[in-house]
């Protein structure tokens, strides 16, 4: 077997590679993090740009203040849905803006008596274009005071920023990789020190550099998969500890950071990733150590 199997080397005596599953378990348990951090995201910045895409939302004052406000409504929503490039506008049921906001104001804070305004959801139709600034002379014609807001004015610089918290989520797991296989590397070459008698009697007794590199290749791979393990299996913890946090406070953009089957099987692979890495690292590291041993 490759992982686990008896050696001429007594590993067991070595310090540093009874450190090496911690090590690697956190180092594990931070990239794991981050990259459940760098996919959910990656799905909330999808959501919102399919999501906020050729839409608009209209604001009509509505209260004490505004008395033909019901009347007002009416005649914005008819001349929008005739408005070129306009696949659907709908006016918002006051239950979900109530439902938007309990969050904030909680479930007892009076909701029910503000005066919130009419909002009226305008989406374009596909390969459609509306002309924003055409459409907002007109619905300010019809009722003074409403204001038409396109969501893609505000939604791109978000979009932007989320974009590049991504990638630096990306490169937080990128430092994280070179850190680890730079521990293989300094475990590697304290074990050889350590054991560096007994290697000398298995160059007498005719083994290769190769043979004595696999043994230390199949000790890192066995160790550094245990600390995988472990990293990422509190990792999963914490991201389904998030995802329950998230779903109590009724965050509504967490439904676009559910991980999809695909991505759930890259991220169980991280583990077997980490393990292959150290395996890799352990022999360019036994090798080249040899050869300027000899």
Not at 252 to 270: D, K, L, M, N, S
């Amino acid at each position: 077997m490759l992982i686990r199997r008896q050696t001429d080397i007594p590993f067991d005596q070595d310090p540093a590679g009874r450190l090496l599953p911690w090590i690697v378990a956190i180092m594990i348990y931070l990239s794991g993090v981050a990259i459940a951090g760098a996919i959910a995201l990656n799905g909330l910045v999808s959501t919102w740009s399919s999501g906020l895409s050729g839409a608009l939302t209209i604001q009509i004052p509505a209260g004490p203040d505004s008395p033909h406000a019901q009347q007002q409504a009416g005649a914005v929503l008819a001349l929008v849905r005739k408005a070129p490039g306009v696949e659907q506008a709908r006016r918002l049921p006051r239950q979900d803006m109530l439902r938007l906001l309990r969050p904030w104001l909680g479930e007892d804070a009076g909701a029910g008596d503000l005066p919130l305004p009419i909002l009226i959801e305008v989406h374009a139709a596909p390969d459609a274009a509306i002309d924003t600034a055409a459409l907002s002379a007109k619905v300010a014609a019809a009722a003074p005071g409403a204001v038409t807001e396109n969501h893609a004015r505000w939604a791109g610089p978000l979009i932007g920023l989320a974009r590049s918290i991504w990638l630096v989520a990306l490169l937080v797991v990128a430092l994280i990789g070179l850190a680890t296989v730079i521990t293989v590397v300094f475990a590697t070459r304290t074990g050889l020190r350590i054991h560096r008698r007994v290697i000398g009697l298995l160059h007498l007794i005719g083994a290769h550099d190769r043979y004595i590199a696999r043994q230390f290749e199949r000790q890192a791979l066995w160790l550094s998969l245990q600390g995988a393990i472990i990293g990422i299996v509190f990792a999963i913890g914490t991201v389904f500890g998030i995802a329950d946090l998230a779903g109590k406070i009724e965050l509504e953009p967490a439904a676009g950071a559910i991980f999809t089957p695909v991505q759930w099987a890259i991220f169980a692979c991280v583990p077997l990733v980490a393990a292959l890495v150290a395996l890799l690292t352990a022999r360019i590291t036994v090798l080249r150590t040899l050869r300027r041993m000899t």
